[in-house]
């Protein structure tokens, strides 16, 4: 079994009705869906506050498997540039 280094998301299906740019259910790249959720969220401006949140994918509506190497000027004790320090 190849297990991918990278950090995978996938939709949880009772959220399914808040990211139509997202199949419920489906493992991928936690890149690519942030991506996709973007473009969406660019293509629909109007959309955008009722999901909005700090992340684009909350925990609350996705899980999340695999790691992702931590960039360097992410000071330590955050897990994200955003998170307050």
Avoid: C, K
């Avoid at 991918?4 to 740019?21: D, G, I, K, Q, T």
């Avoid at 259910?25 to 700090?54: E, H």
């Amino acid at each position: 079994m190849n297990e991918s280094p990278n950090r995978e998301a996938r939709l949880r299906p009772e959220f399914a009705h808040l990211y139509p740019a997202i199949t419920p259910g489906q493992w991928d790249s936690a890149a690519v869906i942030s991506d996709r959720m973007l473009a969406w969220l660019l293509r629909n401006p109007g959309r955008a506050g009722f999901i909005a949140t700090a992340r684009i994918l909350p925990p609350e509506h996705f899980d999340f498997r695999g790691d992702s190497t931590r960039p360097e000027s992410i000071p330590e004790g955050q897990s994200r540039r955003g998170d307050p320090r």
